[in-house]
């Protein structure tokens, strides 16, 4: 007799692939695929550049994608937001993060239950459909996510309603109880409580109901599932002992007003929880306010109203006084000023001319403005802003781990208190009705709603309120990192000072020409965009000096830079660059050291000799220290934070600055790579270092910092490396985000100590008998209410740098 043996399951994965060019890279990923354990058979189509895998059920999609990327080829991947319906607490959130992860080829999940989105990081293929099934089979809703509209909400029945409704049937039953503590005897027929309490409990109530049994069939359990047990419960005592005691003309106390006070109860708190997320979400909906739909398009002299998706980069925009501007991008006619309070946190317009940079969404004050489009879509700097707050809004702090790690056992560690209390009372007293009764307060007072609202309400006001004052946090842990910092190092150029240095000397060695010197520094510097080769170029242009053409330039990073000029092989650069060629600084070393004491930074040009550099003369540039760098430093060394100051400009010229600011320490004529060695130096001391920079060469040391943070004046590249971008080049913003983050961090745990603090006071309350399920019910929805309100008051955060601005939200 044969035994028939059941097909081992097995999942088909389609893996993206990058980089592939011929049969034999085919062949590459097949053997590389092949050799996993699990891979059952692998296909590798060249011409749609795609790889199809059947496994077993037990592989890892990421697994396949780093065997695809060891044998030398990339798999896409990205991310992509849904919106889920149906989730009420932190058990809710672990269920659908967890389900996600199921899904072949999802690598990462991450659910915020005050948003009600889920980002998921996923191989490039996976489809909608798939999350929306493993979504749908752990009990909730999906779809996809839509841009936070503007307009008005439609009309309908208001959200309001089932709690009015609830309220109003609800009262009748609770009225005896209140009289009661006033010795008012006053009793409602049993059959009339019936009648009362049947339309909350099976209509108001179904939603409970609802989510309680998908949590069932997902084998789980949620906040839904423990109202829907204990108001049943209590609803069902009730109507047994109004049957029991029906025609024998005996009274018995019902438990109807239980049942029905705290679905009331519950329904309240989650309006007004809603209520309060919403508000959460208003720095995205102020945002997306400011993106104007229509742009008025300069074509052969006519202005063409056109929707702004389809304006292209080139195209001449016209903006007229109080108009939004559309797109991003520079003038080329007109002067005006410039509202940009709400994108910069800056309370003053800006004023604009012929070549000065515009912002979209920003609001023209008084002239008309032609501007040459930029960016668009986006690319453009409001696109970018909104990504980042979403981002940050949309992610999960460290902090909130831990909180999943305790929701993912908390409802069933409570059914069991639930069970356990029920059979204390039982065997304690013998009475089924206490046992019930407090069964059930255990069971409403437990719900773990506020614990999953606690981290994400606060990371959403915050994130927001900082982003309405020009702070912009791209993500949860860049804001959880930097109430803790300790250290703080500065860029100096563009950071500390102005970043727009002017050429204040010219000396020419060995009784040279000055002029010469400017000449060949000025062929060296033309294709630069160095502040200090602005610095020079603008000397020329004021001088009306004729520039040579130079050949073979070539950026030396931290250094300067080199080119042929005039047959020359000629170096500018820093004293570091000279001392490496070997060139003799003559009579211009005490010069030098005499303008580096007077805070110049000092460039010595040089020509390349056989064996070593000749000396023609050196350029000596002034920057002026930002007046807010004063405040900012001395508000850090009041935080207790030291600073540091990290320059590739030499000692002179950094001490100098560093002493007039107050500067703990200053470390001098630095490559890009000291700065990040540095960096990492100061965390093994046993500081956490927050990096502050604007420039390319800052990229390296944000990174290796615990936290970094751009100047958004600086390049896109610092921008990046960031965790935290600061829209004004104000240094005193440094101060203000390591406050907000302060501030957010401490409502997180406050927030986290109140959800812990209802439950571990409550439960045992409950389960002692000293808590009525209605009161229990009420307690339930303050804490939900007030983890959220309490989350709220950050909207009322103003960094010391904000001018007086009242677009920028209420005042403390």
Known sequence: MSTAVAPTASLEFKLPIEGMTCASCVVRVEKALQALPGVESTAVNLATEEATVQASAGMDAWALADAVRKAGYEVRSRQTELEIEGMTCASCVARVEKA?????GVSAAAVNLATEKATVTMVDGVSY?????????????????EAISTA???????QWWPVLVGTLLTLPLVLPMLLDLFDIDWSLDGWVQLALATPVQFCLG????????????AGTGNMDLLVALGTSAAYGLSVYLLWKHAGHGMSSHLYFEASAAVITLVLLGKWLESRAKRQTADAIRSLNALRPTVARVLVDSIEVSTP????AVGDIVVIRPGERVPVDGAVVDGRSHVNESLITGESMPVAKAIGDHVTGGSVNEEGVLRVRTMAIGAETTLARIIRMVESAQAAKAPIQRIVDRVSAIFVPAVLGLALLTFCGWLLYSGDGEQALISAVAVLVIACPCALGLATPTAIMAGTGVAARQGILIKDAEALEVAHSVTAVAFDKTGTLTEGKPSLVAIEAADKGDPNEVLQLAAALQKTSDHPLAHAVMEKVRDQRTTVPPAHEAQALPGRGVQAVVGGQHLLLGSTRLMNETGADPGTLLAVAQRLEGEGRTISWLLARGDSRARMLGLLAFGDTVKPASYAAVARLRELGIRTVMLTGDNQGSARAVAHELGIDEVRAELLPGDKAAIVQELRKQGHIVAMVGDGLNDAPSLVAADVGLSMSTGTDVAMEAAGITLMRGDPRLVADSFDVSRRTYSKIKQGLFW???????????AALGMLSPVIAGAAMAFSSVSVVTNALMLRRWRGAATGANPIQGARP
């Open 100 to 104: 996600l992860l199921k899904v072949p």
């Open 129 to 145: 459909a798939a999350l929306a099934a493993a979504i749908d089979k752990a009990g909730y809703a999906a779809k996809p996510v």
């Open 152 to 158: 008005p909400a439609a009309t309908g029945l208001p």
């Open 206 to 217: 179904a939603r409970f109901y609802r989510a309680g049994w998908k949590a069932v069939k």
């Open 308 to 311: 702004v998706a389809q304006v």
């Open 755 to 765: 959800a812990f603090a209802y439950n571990v006071l409550g439960i045992p309350l």
